[in-house]
């Protein structure tokens, strides 16, 4: 009898594994025909494999339970509860990795991007490179990486000069490859938030001449310490 007991106990446990592992049949509600799939079919478990982890939140006696914000739709099945808690934290975490791996490579984009712009302090009244620019422009061919070797010049907003600016970009970056490497230069409308060299030259030289000449200041002045000592005050002495 007790051999029995513990059969039947054995064949109960064996039946609620295999229907939360293999199929629903024995815990589900009122979902079977959810989205027209066969209960236990392939598509059905996809759908079920949407469903989000953790714990969901009810409302009992007025207060969610738990207070912070969960899903409120149906629970895993056991299986997929399983593979959650299993292999946590993925996949979970791999979108949060993608997320801020967007934003860093958005960041370096934009950051070579303003590295190898031309800008309008690199032109002369002409249109074409001024020294600084030229220097400018053989610092991105040394020093830039392949991938990011895209020349931009700032947009005057006036297509005439924009070509013309453009047009000798490109002479000077055939001059200093001598035709071997081609190198695209795209005009781009932005904002130079650097300054010239000579205006930072001129502000340096206005801030040393205006700086005034060393002095002592006066001994004179009431008051006792040194003073006092250097007047012979205090009425100690004879």
């Given at each position: 009898m007790r051999m029995y007991g513990q059969c039947f106990l054995a064949?109960?446990?064996a039946s609620a594994i295999c229907g939360c592992s293999t199929g629903p049949f024995a815990f589900v509600g009122g979902d079977?025909?959810?989205?027209?799939?066969?209960p236990g079919s392939d598509?059905?478990?996809a759908q079920k494999a949407m469903?989000?982890?953790?714990v969901r939140?009810?409302?009992?006696?007025?207060k969610n339970w738990p207070p912070r914000p969960r899903p409120t739709c149906e629970r895993q099945q056991f299986s997929h509860t399983y593979h959650s808690a299993h292999y946590w934290?993925?996949?979970?975490v791999c979108q949060d990795r993608q997320y801020m791996s967007d934003i860093i490579n958005?960041?370096?984009?934009?950051g070579w991007q303003q590295e190898t712009t031309i800008y309008h302090r690199h032109f002369t009244d002409d249109q074409t490179l001024n020294v600084p620019g030229r220097l400018h422009l053989v610092d991105i061919l040394e020093t830039t990486p392949s991938r990011y070797r895209t020349v931009y010049v700032q947009s005057s907003y006036d297509t005439e000069i924009d070509n013309t600016r453009q047009a000798n970009v490109q002479q000077t970056l055939t001059e200093l490859t001598n035709g071997e490497e081609q190198i695209q230069v795209i005009m781009r409308r932005g904002r130079d938030y650097g300054r010239p060299a000579s205006e930072v030259k001129l502000i340096n030289d206005l801030y040393n001449s205006s700086i005034p000449t060393p002095r002592l200041g006066s001994l004179?002045?009431?008051g006792g310490g040194a003073n006092a000592a250097l007047s012979g005050g205090g009425g100690g002495g004879p």
């Open positions: 064949l109960v446990f079977e025909n959810v989205g027209g799939a066969e598509d059905w478990w469903l989000p982890p953790g939140q009810k409302c009992y006696k007025g934290p993925l996949p979970y958005t960041q370096e984009q934009n004179s002045g009431g």
